[in-house]
C-alpha cells in the first residue's frame, strides 16, 4: 500500500520569545479562531505538531487518488462556512441528495425531489415497497423532518433533550423505515447505532441536511484548512506543545510567553494540556478501494437495510467528486464504525461491499485505510451546545467539543474564543462576517 501525502512546508521562521496570544492547534477551530485575531490587527502565533493544518480535516493523495482522512463531507449551508471561507474558490463537487438502501431484495433509492429531480421516479417506486416502511410511518418521519428543517435553531435548542432513538419512537418512527434507513444513516453521522445521541443534535443536523447540499471541494477537504490558513500569519508547523499554562507556552521549539492562550488541539490532547475532564470520542475506519471499474453509477450514499455486515456506509467516491481518482477507476470510501478494525473486519467489509453493490469485489485494490479512534465528538443528550471557552488566566479552549460536533461547530468555537481573548485583552469584538450568497 503506498502513499504519498502533500505537506505544507514548516515555516522556516525561529519561533518568537513572545506573542499577544498563541493558539495550540491549526484545525478549524485554532484557524478560525486565529483568524478573527489577525483580522484585529493582533500579534497571534499558532502552533501545529503536524506539518499541515487542519487536524481532523485533511487529505492525502495516494497513486493519483485524492483520499480525505475518513469520509467527510462539507455542507455550504453551514452559516459559518458561508461567513469566513470563499465557497466558490473551493470548487464544489455536490453529491445527490438521496440515499441507496441495499437489501436481499435489491437497491431502494430514496431521494429528494427538491434538490434531485432525477432520482424522483425511483423513489416513487421504492415507497410502493414495504421495505421502507409503512406509510404511517414514513407520514410521520416526514413531520418530524419538516418540523426539524424549518424551526430555528433556537427553538429546537429550547425543547427538552432525549437521546434521538427515544424520541423517534415516541413520534411513530420504529418500523422499517427507522431501523432500515434512518438508524444506517444516522450510524455513520453520529458514529453510533444505539440512538443514544442528543435529538436536539440530530435535528440540527437533519436542518442542515435539507437546506443545503453536501459536497467535496475539488483539491479534497484539506482546501477549507488552506483557505483558512493562508489569512493567518505566524503559523509554525512541526512544533510540539509540551505545557500550555498561564501566560507561557512550552514547545520543543522553545518557549512562548503570551497575554493569552488557545489550546485548539483534538479533545483528547486538549484535556491533557489543560487538565480538564475527558471528552468522550466515538471511531469510525474509512477504506478507500480502488476498483477498474464503477460497481454503479449512482453517485450517492449506500446503506445496507439488512445489516449485513460492520459497513455503515459506502460511496463511489469519483462518480460525482471526478477530481478524486486520475484516471477512469473507480474510488470507493467505505466507513465502519470503531478506530481499531482487524483482518476480520476487513474481510466482512469486502464481503458486504459485494452484497451492496451487487458486484464481485475480489479484484478492488485496498490503497488507504483510515483508522480514527476520536473521529467524531460524542453528543449525548441533554446536549451541551455551548460549553465555556475561557478558563480564567488567560487561558481558553476551543473546538468541536465546546459547541456541537461538526464543521460548523468548530467554525463557531474558533469565533467564540477568538471574541473572548479579545474580552480578556480588553478589546472590542470583530464585527461577525455577513452571511454570503451561495
Same mark, same amino acid.
Given at each position: 500500500?503506498?502513499? /504519498?501525502?502533500?505537506?505544507?512546508?514548516?515555516?522556516? #521562521?525561529?519561533? %518568537?520569545?513572545? =506573542?499577544?496570544? &498563541? +493558539?495550540? @492547534? $491549526?484545525?478549524?477551530?485554532?484557524?478560525?479562531?486565529?483568524?478573527?485575531?489577525?483580522?484585529?490587527?493582533?500579534?497571534?502565533?499558532?502552533?501545529?505538531?503536524?506539518?499541515?493544518?487542519?487536524?481532523?480535516?485533511?487529505?492525502?493523495?495516494?497513486?493519483?487518488?485524492?483520499?480525505?482522512?475518513?469520509?467527510?463531507?462539507?455542507?455550504?449551508?453551514?452559516?459559518?462556512? /458561508?461567513?469566513?471561507?470563499?465557497?466558490?474558490?473551493? #470548487?464544489?463537487? %455536490?453529491?445527490? =441528495?438521496?440515499? &441507496? +438502501?441495499? @437489501? $436481499?431484495?435489491?437497491?431502494?433509492?430514496?431521494?429528494?425531489?427538491?434538490?434531485?429531480?432525477g432520482l424522483l421516479p425511483r423513489?416513487?417506486?421504492?415507497?410502493?415497497?414495504?421495505?421502507?416502511?409503512?406509510?404511517?410511518?414514513?407520514?410521520?418521519?416526514?413531520?418530524?423532518?419538516?418540523?426539524?428543517?424549518?424551526?430555528?435553531?433556537?427553538?429546537?435548542?429550547?425543547?427538552?433533550?432525549?437521546?434521538?432513538?427515544?424520541?423517534?419512537?415516541?413520534?411513530?418512527?420504529?418500523?422499517?423505515?427507522?431501523?432500515?434507513?434512518?438508524?444506517?444513516?444516522?450510524?455513520?453521522?453520529?458514529?453510533?447505532?444505539?440512538g443514544a445521541s442528543s435529538h436536539?443534535?440530530?435535528?440540527?443536523?437533519?436542518?442542515?441536511?435539507?437546506?443545503?447540499?453536501?459536497?467535496?471541494?475539488?483539491?479534497?477537504?484539506?482546501?477549507?484548512?488552506?483557505?483558512?490558513?493562508?489569512?493567518?500569519?505566524?503559523?509554525?508547523?512541526?512544533?510540539?506543545?509540551?505545557?500550555?499554562?498561564?501566560?507561557?507556552?512550552?514547545?520543543?521549539?522553545?518557549?512562548?510567553?503570551?497575554?493569552?492562550?488557545?489550546?485548539?488541539?483534538?479533545?483528547?490532547?486538549?484535556?491533557?494540556?489543560?487538565?480538564?475532564?475527558?471528552?468522550?470520542?466515538?471511531?469510525?475506519?474509512?477504506?478507500?478501494?480502488?476498483?477498474?471499474?464503477?460497481?454503479?453509477?449512482?453517485?450517492?450514499?449506500?446503506?445496507?437495510?439488512?445489516?449485513?455486515?460492520?459497513?455503515?456506509?459506502?460511496?463511489?467516491?469519483?462518480?460525482?467528486?471526478?477530481?478524486?481518482?486520475?484516471?477512469?477507476?473507480?474510488?470507493?470510501?467505505?466507513?465502519?464504525?470503531?478506530?481499531?478494525?482487524?483482518?476480520?473486519?476487513?474481510?466482512?467489509?469486502?464481503?458486504?461491499?459485494?452484497?451492496?453493490?451487487?458486484?464481485?469485489?475480489?479484484?478492488?485494490?485496498?490503497?488507504?485505510?483510515?483508522?480514527?479512534?476520536?473521529?467524531?465528538?460524542?453528543?449525548?443528550?441533554?446536549?451541551?451546545?455551548?460549553?465555556?471557552?475561557?478558563?480564567?488566566?488567560?487561558?481558553?479552549?476551543?473546538?468541536?467539543?465546546?459547541?456541537?460536533?461538526?464543521?460548523?461547530?468548530?467554525?463557531?468555537?474558533?469565533?467564540?474564543?477568538?471574541?473572548a481573548v479579545l474580552a480578556e485583552?480588553?478589546?472590542?469584538?470583530?464585527?461577525?462576517?455577513?452571511?454570503?450568497?451561495?
Open positions: 500500500m503506498s502513499e /504519498q501525502s502533500q505537506p505544507q512546508p514548516t515555516l522556516p #521562521r525561529d519561533l %518568537p520569545a513572545a =506573542a499577544d496570544v &498563541v +493558539v495550540v @492547534g $491549526a484545525g478549524l477551530a485554532g484557524l478560525a479562531c486565529a483568524r478573527q485575531l489577525a483580522r484585529r490587527g493582533i500579534d497571534v502565533v499558532v502552533l501545529e505538531a503536524a506539518e499541515v493544518a487542519g487536524g481532523r480535516v485533511r487529505t492525502d493523495v495516494v497513486g493519483g487518488f485524492v483520499c480525505d482522512h475518513g469520509f467527510q463531507l462539507l455542507n455550504p449551508a453551514y452559516p459559518e462556512v /458561508q461567513r469566513v471561507l470563499d465557497v466558490g474558490a473551493l #470548487r464544489l463537487q %455536490p453529491f445527490p =441528495a438521496g440515499l &441507496v +438502501v441495499a @437489501g $436481499a431484495e435489491g437497491r431502494k433509492v430514496l431521494g429528494d425531489p427538491r434538490r434531485s429531480p423513489t416513487a417506486t421504492s415507497l410502493l415497497h414495504e421495505s421502507t416502511g409503512s406509510w404511517r410511518e414514513r407520514a410521520a418521519f416526514a413531520r418530524w423532518a419538516l418540523r426539524a428543517a424549518r424551526s430555528k435553531p433556537e427553538k429546537l435548542l429550547s425543547e427538552p433533550d432525549l437521546p434521538w432513538g427515544d424520541a423517534l419512537t415516541q413520534r411513530g418512527v420504529s418500523g422499517a423505515l427507522r431501523h432500515r434507513v434512518v438508524a444506517p444513516f444516522l450510524a455513520g453521522v453520529l458514529g453510533e447505532e444505539e436536539q443534535f440530530v435535528q440540527l443536523l437533519v436542518r442542515s441536511f435539507v437546506r443545503g447540499t453536501p459536497a467535496v471541494p475539488w483539491r479534497g477537504m484539506r482546501a477549507v484548512p488552506e483557505q483558512l490558513a493562508a489569512q493567518v500569519p505566524g503559523i509554525h508547523y512541526g512544533v510540539q506543545v509540551e505545557s500550555a499554562g498561564p501566560g507561557l507556552v512550552r514547545s520543543t521549539a522553545g518557549d512562548i510567553q503570551a497575554r493569552a492562550v488557545v489550546v485548539a488541539t483534538d479533545p483528547k490532547t486538549a484535556t491533557a494540556l489543560l487538565d480538564l475532564p475527558a471528552v468522550q470520542s466515538r471511531g469510525l475506519t474509512t477504506y478507500w478501494h480502488v476498483s477498474p471499474e464503477p460497481p454503479t453509477r449512482s453517485g450517492a450514499l449506500h446503506v445496507d437495510g439488512d445489516r449485513r455486515g460492520p459497513v455503515v456506509n459506502t460511496v463511489v467516491i469519483s462518480n460525482r467528486a471526478r477530481s478524486y481518482s486520475p484516471d477512469e477507476r473507480a474510488l470507493i470510501a467505505t466507513t465502519v464504525l470503531g478506530g481499531d478494525p482487524d483482518l476480520a473486519t476487513e474481510r466482512a467489509v469486502m464481503s458486504q461491499l459485494a452484497l451492496i453493490y451487487g458486484r464481485p469485489t475480489h479484484w478492488w485494490e485496498l490503497i488507504r485505510r483510515d483508522a480514527i479512534p476520536e473521529a467524531l465528538t460524542a453528543m449525548p443528550a441533554p446536549l451541551e451546545v455551548r460549553r465555556p471557552v475561557a478558563l480564567g488566566e488567560g487561558l481558553f479552549v476551543a473546538g468541536d467539543h465546546r459547541d456541537t460536533a461538526s464543521i460548523q461547530g468548530a467554525l463557531v468555537s474558533g469565533r467564540r474564543t477568538a471574541d485583552l480588553g478589546l472590542p469584538a470583530v464585527p461577525r462576517e455577513p452571511i454570503r450568497s451561495r
